[in-house]
């Protein structure tokens, strides 16, 4: 039997190993590995549902980067490229899915993943047998399938060009984002002018820079509510001059402050 916990990424060299089994749905979970783990770029005929129990999954789909956060998980289609980066001390299930003739999505999307599905999700892991299929386990999986077809989609996505200078860009922003810095500085960076640079943005990212620099601060700002981080910590870590700023622009863009959003959707204080 295959091992299906802890060392899961460090054991299995095969990233297509799920299309070998031929369970509709497959589940595997990743707990308590002490360091971050990552995997290489790749695709699957199944799709895959990465869910978050406790820690962060960062995942690169294609030409965009999703950040997980618990109580959601993000949908890979089948055959879509990807790699997804797990925090230290992350507790992560993998649903590896045969979305044939199934409602789900047909592009990358987060979901927010009910309490019961969660946990039929971890039932179905304590239950499944990785080597054959059972009726019981079958009629666990239609209930979880018809589940996941009903979940609330949402958009939690980074757009990372494949365009040289615009990925530069893009992960120059991702890892410093509480720099201020214009348009028209980051245009003197690269040899061209402000007005170039904003063009080539609109061409590949149909957002204005400004647009794609908040669409970046409301990932890391929900990932960051997720893990419970205190306002104040976010609105620095995220450059802005004061907790009040911050907290304008996250209502503006959501429609609700920090608080509210962190308290109805993760029942946080």
């Given at each position: ?12 060299t095969d990233l297509c190993f799920a299309d070998h089994y031929p369970h509709r749905v497959l589940v ?26 406790t820690g962060v999954v960062t995942s690169f789909i294609d030409d965009k980067m999703w950040l997980v ?93 494949d365009e040289p200078t615009l990925n530069r860009l893009a992960l120059e922003l991702i890892a410093r ?93």
């Amino acid at each position: 039997m295959r091992n299906t916990d802890k060392t899961i990424f460090e054991s299995l060299t095969d990233l297509c190993f799920a299309d070998h089994y031929p369970h509709r749905v497959l589940v595997l979970r990743s707990q308590s590995v002490p360091h971050s783990e990552e995997t290489p770029w790749h695709h699957h005929q199944k799709g895959q549902l990465v869910l978050p129990l406790t820690g962060v999954v960062t995942s690169f789909i294609d030409d965009k980067m999703w950040l997980v956060p618990p109580r959601c998980a993000v949908w890979i289609p089948s055959n879509v490229m990807h790699r997804n980066q797990i925090s230290p001390h992350a507790d992560v299930c993998m649903l590896f899915v045969d979305s044939t003739d199934l409602a789900l999505p047909e592009i990358a999307c987060t979901l927010t993943i009910t309490p019961f599905v969660r946990e039929l999700i971890l039932h179905l892991h304590t239950q499944q047998d990785y080597e054959k299929t059972d009726p019981a386990t079958d009629r666990l999986v239609d209930v979880l399938l018809d589940q996941l077809i009903q979940l609330e989609r949402e958009e939690f996505d980074f757009p990372i060009p494949d365009e040289p200078t615009l990925n530069r860009l893009a992960l120059e922003l991702i890892a410093r984002p509480n720099e201020k810095r214009t348009l028209g500085e980051w245009a003197s960076d690269f040899a061209m002018s402000e007005r170039t640079l904003a063009r080539m943005i609109k061409r590949h990212v149909q957002l204005t820079f400004g647009q794609w620099r908040s669409q970046l601060h409301i990932v890391l700002a929900l990932q960051k509510l997720a893990i419970n981080l205190p306002i104040q910590t976010i609105s620095e870590e995220l450059g802005y001059d004061s907790v009040s700023a911050f907290i304008t622009f996250f209502k503006k863009a959501l429609g609700k402050s920090p608080r509210q959003y962190r308290i109805e959707r993760w029942g946080k204080e």
